[in-house]
């Protein structure tokens, strides 16, 4: 599903138009954005958390030559879906 499948599902459930649902995705996407990278979590009961994780410097090999190196530490995104997400995808 695309931004726009989305957004023309959401329209069609809210019985809004599709820019309303796209304003309301656009927001979304930002809101979370804005509080992964301020270090928050982000928690819909029923679908899931999304969060940020630490990823530890490690090293790695370069498929094309086999030369070793180094991979910097990083941040990344994590999701862990809901108890009512996993049920629906059972």
Do not use: Y
Not at 33 to 54: E, R, Y
Not at 72 to 83: D, E, H, Q, R, T
Request: proline residues 3%.
């Amino acid at each position: 599903m695309t931004k726009a499948d989305l957004v023309s599902k959401i329209a069609a459930l809210g019985g809004i138009t599709r820019a309303q649902a796209e304003k309301a995705v656009d927001g979304f996407v930002s809101a979370v954005g804005d509080a992964l990278s301020g270090g928050d979590k982000v928690t819909l009961v029923g679908f899931g958390t999304f969060s940020v994780g630490n990823r530890s410097a490690r090293e790695g090999r370069n498929p094309r030559t086999g030369d070793k190196i180094k991979i910097p530490a990083s941040k990344v995104v994590k999701f862990k879906p809901g108890k009512g997400l996993s049920d629906k995808v059972k």
